[in-house]
């Protein structure tokens, strides 16, 4: 049989999984989309049974999973929060019911964007790493080794405040305000109206010239650029990348966020480039299949 990992990339709107042999070939990729908070992991398990019936079926066989999930992880892969799932069992315990005998490892999401753009992106070994998505948050990528932070909480971009200047009445998280989720939610409050497709449909109507989705992407995206500022201002990083799927899209709140990020660090010689993840909203995917083949390499390390 055909020695294959299992990659787990789990957002807050789908669950998205991939069957990878050694050599980054992948075998079998899957998606389920989440139903509000996904009470006790139900697409992550769904989609799990699906992806494992499939290696069967082709005579793949699973020697460990990686996964990547939307919350507070510690770093010895314990899920800490519940911000965006509502989650009832640890993550790496169900796993290891539903594969069982082989490694798992669990991080959270933005780590693996940022091991996925480390491993197979062209971040080179020193940058700030942002996923910006249906949620909002970075981390630090520093002579090759991804920051954690004590409590494994380092990740957490979508906290900081949005400056007044940009938005005097908010008193939200900037996830809040800038998220896609945030994005939507804003304006379907300032508009009465239903968003079906959440960002994308304000983006859709922004490039349509409705000046109410423009002024949101705007604000959302000038929010953005000025935390980064203050991040720059602190850790002075080779480079900032763009992941996400709202990251990566050229839309008006990507531009408003470039603008302001060059506006803030103008005034100090050569400041860090602005780049967009050249693994594109995968990132996660990529991260999460390089923690699962990591683990088997461990594995065969022990004497």
């Not at 899957?30 to 139900?42: E, I």
């Not at 935390?227 to 531009?255: F, K, M, R």
């Amino acid at each position: 049989m055909t020695g294959v990992v299992l990659g787990l990339d789990v957002g807050g709107t789908k669950a998205h999984g991939a069957l990878v042999g050694p050599d980054r070939t992948v075998h079998v990729e899957a998606k389920k989309s989440t139903v509000g908070r996904d009470p006790g992991l139900r697409a992550t398990a769904d989609l799990v049974t699906t992806l494992t019936l499939e290696a069967a079926a082709r005579g793949l066989r699973i020697t460990a999973v990686g996964a990547g999930f939307p919350e507070y992880v510690s770093p010895a892969g314990l899920l800490t929060s519940t911000e965006v799932l509502d989650w009832t069992t640890q993550p790496g315990d169900l796993l290891r019911e539903l594969v069982p005998g082989v490694p798992v490892v669990v991080d959270s999401d933005v780590r693996c964007g940022a091991l996925g753009e480390l491993r197979r992106g062209a971040g080179g070994a020193d940058f700030f790493y942002v996923s910006l998505g249906s949620g909002l948050s970075s981390v630090q990528v520093s002579g090759g080794a991804l920051r954690y932070g004590r409590r494994g909480e380092a990740i957490g971009l979508g906290e900081f405040v949005v400056p007044s200047d940009i938005d005097d009445d908010w008193r939200g998280s900037l996830e809040d305000y800038a998220s896609g989720s945030g994005v939507a939610a804003r304006y379907a409050r300032a508009t009465g109206s239903e968003v079906p497709d959440g960002t994308r449909s304000v983006a859709a109507r922004a490039a349509a010239g409705d000046d109410v989705a423009r002024l949101i992407l705007d604000t959302a995206g000038r929010a953005i650029g000025a935390a980064l500022a203050q991040v720059v201002a602190v850790l002075d990083p080779h480079a900032v990348i763009l992941g996400g799927g709202l990251g990566t899209a050229e839309t008006e709140l990507q531009a408003a966020l470039r603008a302001e990020l060059d506006w803030r660090t103008a005034r100090r010689p050569d400041p860090p480039r602005l780049s967009v993840s050249e693994l594109g909203p995968a990132a996660g995917l990529h991260g999460a299949v390089e923690l699962a083949l990591d683990s088997v390499v461990d594995e065969k390390a022990v004497p």
